[in-house]
């Protein structure tokens, strides 16, 4: 399994809405890759999502991975995982997923991206980049210019994740990222799918 | 590999949950520990606090220490980490994704559902459960906020729908055993044991005696 061309747009799901109408208007918008990350969700209604979920991005072409939940992934093929500092361990995720599917891991220093690629990493989320109300941070944020320095030292694809919208995101891109990953961008846009498809066209149309 | 161990031995007849009670010193590795050797139990990791990394950590400890062959290990409904650790089993919740959706990238595992309606134990027979866990048959306190237990009549209701083994779980006693296994339970389950430090060897040395007269 490969990543997107870069620059692409990942979409993760926001735990405010329904996963499977967000993945849906976030495909029509260009979204090359949907997260489901849900952490109160049973197990029951994970798969279901992913099962739903995964058969639109068959459709789109777009990838889909599953945040933590190995057994969701597997149970559901899904294409992926992506796994936090505080979730299963890379090696681990490994053995039982094969080669053939996609492990990302959560860094937020250039030192923790270089701990992932030596940990066999596919992707590197790296961030966040901005203060962000997505997600409950234990930290500030790190800043685009420490996604420079990660871009310089890994040769994995870095997505850059926090705070990113459709001013910024080219930025990032410009910066060494390979993609950039919102939640609340899209998911809290009046229309999710005109958002990203405003965003794709941010990082793929920039002035270089 | 529960399909390599049951060739050998039945299936135990006494399941217990660990629950929210690992901390840094490692209560549940400690009970383990405690265990009698001659009583074949299943054991339960169910940590719902713990994060993914924390949780494949503890039960690889657990699987480290080299437990009697009597003692069974199983996780709450995380088989990816039963497979990462080398678990027996793995116990599903009602609302959890289906053993038949899991099985088949863990064939070896032995998988129990909690069910709480004869329905729901159709539906995980159906889905390729190893065994049922129905409860609460009795009245504790953990489960008050759920309404009024089901009692022994429902127990033997839900024993009489299906051909799986059924461990009946919720206030079990070695005084009130008796009434569960007359209803068609196959065994007895509980987290009370397990957490009732001191006494644990002698609770489980009646429910022995009991369960295997």
Redesign the interface.
Known sequence: MILPYSPFLCVITDEAFCPVTLAEEALKGGAAMIQLRHKDA??????NWAVEIRKRCRKYKALFIIN?????A???RSDGVHLG?????AD??R??LGKSRIIGISASSPAEALIAEKNGADYIGFGHIYPTSSKEKGFLPIGPESLREAASLVSLPLIAIGGINVENAASLIDLGASGVAVISAVSRDKEPASAAHELVRAIQNRNV | MYHEIIRKAPLPRISLISGGMDDEREILLQQLKRLPRSVPCMVQIREKHLHSKQLLLLARKAVELNLSGNTLLLINERVDIALSAGLHGVHLPENACPPDKLRAFAPEMLFGCSVHSPASALSASAAGADYLLFGPVFDTPSKRRYGPPQGPDKLGELCRTTSLPVFAIGGITPENANLCLAEGAYGIAALSIFRDNPETAETLDNFYRLLYP
């Open positions: 049973s197990g029951s209604q994970l798969f933590d939940r190995v057994d969701i597997m149970a559901s500092q505080l979730d299963m361990p681990a995720a053995k039982l």
